[in-house]
């Protein structure tokens, strides 16, 4: 289906040795990060005697889990394809109690790009069929490097290549907030290639560490844009495919079409171009379609034949500030001239 991040895919060694190196690190920097946490508390409040400072601390948590919660479910769309969908609503909202049990399924039918079939894992804290026994360094790796605690290669359907730009901290908030998940127990079955992972994505994606990541000021709403974008998975769907690789010549262009079964929808041209593209639309005009999807109402809307596989309700809950990030990052993109047929026969 949806996200196809063949995008940022190159070519990459896997270097064992260098994975252990930056998993060490990772544990330094994830002890630093939550002390840094802790100690931020104590330092604006001078009164530092431990009941204080464990509510500071209860606090800093808090705000992280809050923060993981908003990207898991409204930018990142984790929460979106690691659970059933209703595609009796419009959109296909998450199926209430079956937040990252994972088992959707992808698959040739639904998008000619997809060489198989394959099935969101099951990302709640359950340990014999989810992922409660891994460490947080795993997790990150299968997040931004698409490798599993048992070594094996992610397809990347699971948009790892994407997340490795995110920052280190949004990242470590989205796994501590995973974690609150309610452990489901759901075994969810292998997926199907019709080509080997090693000939569909040749040398195991390896992506680059995060270490270093950061995210750009909030306060350049290009760059924020750019950054909300990238982690939302936007180009995956809208940059058209050719031969299953997505064309860059064309970012956002739009154009593929999406197979549910009960409809087919294709993907709309968001490059400013005035005729096929957003170009004309006032910044009003973009956040209102975001806006109407917020409520309930939104859910019900057409849910027949016209309904759409992008996970626009969650989108919706972005915050107002971030949607016009987004909007003036899509701005800055080439115009490119494609008609598309929103619901082709
Ligand atoms: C476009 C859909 C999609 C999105 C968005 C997505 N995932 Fe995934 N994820 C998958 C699929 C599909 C797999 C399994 C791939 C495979 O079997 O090769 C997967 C695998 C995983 C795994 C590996 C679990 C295991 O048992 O191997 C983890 C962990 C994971 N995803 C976490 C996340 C998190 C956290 C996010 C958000 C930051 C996220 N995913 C966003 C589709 C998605
Ligand atoms: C899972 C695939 C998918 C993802 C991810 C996705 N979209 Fe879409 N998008 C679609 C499809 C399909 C359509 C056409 C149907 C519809 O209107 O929803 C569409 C339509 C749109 C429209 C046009 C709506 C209209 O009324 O013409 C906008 C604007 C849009 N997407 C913005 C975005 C932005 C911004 C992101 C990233 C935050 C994004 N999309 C991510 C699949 C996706």
């Known amino acids: 289906m949806e996200s196809f991040p063949y995008t940022f895919i190159k070519t990459y060694i896997i270097m064992k040795k ?21 100690n931020n508390g104590s330092q604006s409040n001078k009164n530092t005697d431990s009941e204080s400072q464990a509510i500071n601390t209860q606090d800093s948590m808090k705000k ?13 769309a984790c929460i979106h394809c690691h659970s059933q969908r209703d595609f009796t609503k419009y959109s296909g909202p998450v199926v209430p109690g079956t937040e990252g049990e994972g088992g959707q ?8 790009a997809i060489p198989g079939t394959i099935y969101s894992k099951n990302i709640t804290p359950d340990s014999a069929t989810g992922i409660g026994s891994w460490t947080d360094a795993e997790i990150l ?16 359907l699971m948009p790892y290549a994407n997340f490795n730009h995110m920052a280190k901290s949004d990242l470590l908030s989205i796994i501590a907030y995973i974690r609150t ?90 490059t400013p171009d005035s005729a096929t593209g957003i170009g004309s639309w006032t910044e009003t005009a973009f956040l209102e379609k975001f806006y109407i999807r917020r409520d309930e109402k939104g859910y ?17 809950g972005m915050t107002d500030g971030d949607l016009k990030s987004v909007y003036a990052f899509l701005g800055t993109l080439k115009p490119v001239k494609n008609l598309v047929v929103k619901y082709p026969k």
């Open 141 to 156: 790796r299968a997040i931004t490097q698409g490798i599993r605690k048992n070594g094996d290669t992610l397809f990347p």
């Open 18 to 38: 260098t994975i252990a190196f930056y998993a060490i690190i990772f544990m330094v920097l994830a002890a630093t990060f939550f002390t840094a946490c802790n």
């Open 64 to 76: 992280v889990l809050a923060w993981g919660e908003y990207l898991a479910v409204h930018v990142a």
């Open 181 to 270: 998940l309610k452990p489901i127990k759901n075994e969810v079955p292998e997926r199907q290639l019709m080509i080997p992972i090693s000939i569909a994505y040749p040398a195991p994606a390896l992506q680059p560490s995060v270490d270093g990541n950061v995210a750009p000021p909030e306060t350049d709403s290009v760059k924020y844009g750019g950054y909300l974008v990238a982690m939302a998975g936007c180009s995956d769907c809208h940059t058209p495919y050719a031969k299953g690789q997505p064309d860059f010549s064309r970012m956002m262009a739009g154009g593929n079409t999406f197979n549910v079964g009960t409809f087919k929808v294709t993907s709309a041209n968001l």
């Open 105 to 112: 399924k992808f698959d040739h039918n639904e998008l000619d």
């Open 300 to 316: 019900n809307y057409n849910p027949g034949k016209q309904n759409t596989v992008m996970p626009v309700h969650d989108f919706s």
